[in-house]
């Protein structure tokens, strides 16, 4: 049975490294007796070897917020799988909206970063989501056409373990979540598009998780068992409240 997972993305933050690590040092502590659910924690690139001197059980595992899809050379200001693996990271968030949106990445770039994540044995956490809300309950084609250019080329296993997140981008960090309903909605219409494309095997063995204001509040309501394919959640802003993520990840 798969255990659900919940993910926390840092974004630009904490400043200092030293807050980095009492904030990864709480945390880990704070949920070390959890066995149930899979914790991935996505500092900057900049703060992973602090955390990792920090970590109180391996069973957190350390995630990156991005990759470069060249395995090395003259790519200025980028970081290869490789070098991620150097610092134990094993997950690896891609396309995320932030990136989409301030750094030109394109559905090609994105593919790219997946096929080379999958390359090194790095677990993708693919961020698929639509800009505005259209009719509730309603999922664009923009999310379809992001799954599919995503996964192109791909051959059927090849993404077996991986992980995608629906984030519709007007609920991220707006204090204004999907509901639990839609957002599974999206989930199993997800599930459907990878089953075409990759078949039914690895349609049942990926994860596809929940993010956008999700809080100590409502975590749990995203993945209760009423609510079918949903297997956790990405978190950006609670993330960064050691109390707060705690609470998510044991409500979880
Ligand atoms: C995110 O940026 O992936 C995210 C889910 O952010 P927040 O939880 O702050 O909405």
């Known amino acids: 049975m798969k255990k ?5 993305n840092w ?4 400043q200092s490294a030293q807050e980095a690590r009492r904030l990864f040092d709480t945390i880990t502590k ?20 602090d955390v990792k001197s920090v970590r109180h059980t391996q069973k957190v595992f350390l ?15 980028e970081i290869s799988s490789r070098m991620l693996q150097s610092f134990g990271v094993t997950h690896v968030i891609i ?8 750094l030109g ?5 994105i593919n790219n970063k997946i096929k080379t994540a999958l390359k090194a044995g790095l677990v993708p956490i693919l961020c698929v989501g639509e800009w505005v809300r259209e009719i509730p309950g309603e999922i664009p084609d923009i999310v379809e056409n992001q799954v599919r ?18 984030e519709p981008v007007w609920a991220i960090g707006t204090g204004r979540p999907e509901t639990p309903d839609n957002a599974a909605k999206a989930a199993l219409f997800i599930r459907k598009i990878v089953r075409d494309i990759l078949g039914k095997k690895t349609a049942e063995h990926i994860r596809v998780i929940y993010g956008g204001s999700v809080n ?3 975590a749990a309501s995203f993945i209760s068992k009423d609510i079918r394919g949903m297997e956790g959640i990405l978190v950006g802003g609670a993330s960064l409240r050691a109390d707060d993520f705690i609470k998510i990840v044991k409500s979880v």
Not at 95 to 102: D, K, P, T, Y
Not at 149 to 166: E, H, M, P, Q
Request: aromatic share 8%.
């Open 216 to 218: 100590a509040e409502n």
């Open 63 to 77: 995630g990156s917020q991005d990759i470069f899809w060249e395995e090395k050379g003259a790519y200025t200001g």
């Open 4 to 8: 659900n997972i919940v993910i926390a």
């Open 30 to 49: 704070g949920i070390r007796r959890v066995k149930k659910t899979d914790v991935v924690i996505c500092p900057p690139f900049v703060h992973l070897p």
């Open 105 to 109: 990445e394109t559905d090609e770039m």
């Open 149 to 166: 250019s995503a996964l192109k080329g791909l051959k059927k296993g090849d993404f077996k373990n991986g992980i995608i997140a629906y």
């Open 11 to 14: 974004k630009m933050n904490p």
């Open 95 to 102: 396309g995320h909206s932030e990136r989409r949106r301030w």
